[in-house]
């Protein structure tokens, strides 16, 4: 069944957060109520949604509460080692999950890159990344990238990939060239509501781009 709402351009400056913890109505009520405006949470690297991953009922408790949301597939333990066809298996998985979410085609989907194994070369990371990519678009979506620790390549080399979203993670990763980033993690150390979470901060990019969330807001 597919989520009731509308894929929006993110404001600058929206507060958000990401979370690898099923978000109940009651916890999702309590970030909107203090002020959070959208939530990142997981889609399973595996084609079926995994117990604790992101399910339509838990969407719809999220954009319920108010807050706009987008999804993020899980990364692989660190030290994997991405090829074009694995990046091909997990972008078509990535479709997959997103839609029986009851995601609509046009928001963004976002590859988590982060703890590829040392030694790995970039020209198998950019095929894994552009392989990914090329299969969520295929089935409509808007593909975006999480820049995190170890993740291979430099700021130009990320440029260049096929994407026009850009999501820069805690750690210290480079900077992307001409475009630059549309959303900005921080650590938070505490629990926020009882569960742990990274705080996200939207921004329009240096071309004008901006994140593509869905919203329930009218």
């Not at 990320?158 to 549309?182: C, M, N, T």
């Amino acid at each position: 069944m597919a989520l009731q709402g509308t894929i929006q351009a993110a404001f600058s400056g929206a507060v958000g957060f990401d979370a690898d913890t099923v978000i109940t109505p009651e916890i999702a009520q309590q970030f909107a109520d203090q002020g959070y405006d959208f939530c990142l949470r997981y889609l399973s690297l595996e084609a079926e949604q995994e117990t604790l991953d992101l399910s339509t009922e838990e969407a719809n408790d999220i954009l319920m509460a108010g807050l706009a949301l987008m999804p993020v597939q899980h990364v692989r333990e660190p030290g994997w080692v991405p090829t074009a066809a694995l990046g091909e298996s997990t972008g078509a998985n990535a479709a997959v999950n997103a839609a029986a979410v009851g995601f609509p085609a046009g928001v963004n989907v976002w590859c988590d890159l982060e703890g590829v194994a040392a030694g790995t070369s970039a020209d198998d990371v950019i095929g894994y990344c552009n392989a990914w990519f090329a299969t969520v678009s295929a089935e409509g979506y808007v593909p975006g990238i999480y820049v995190g620790a170890q993740a291979i390549l430099t700021g130009a080399q990320l440029y260049d990939l096929k994407f026009d979203h850009y999501w820069k993670s805690e750690s210290r990763v480079p900077a992307i060239p001409v475009r630059g980033y549309q959303m900005v993690q921080t650590l938070v150390p505490e629990l926020v509501n009882g569960i742990g979470i990274d705080k996200d901060v939207t921004q329009t990019d240096n071309k004008g781009g901006q994140a593509l969330w869905l919203t329930a807001w009218p």
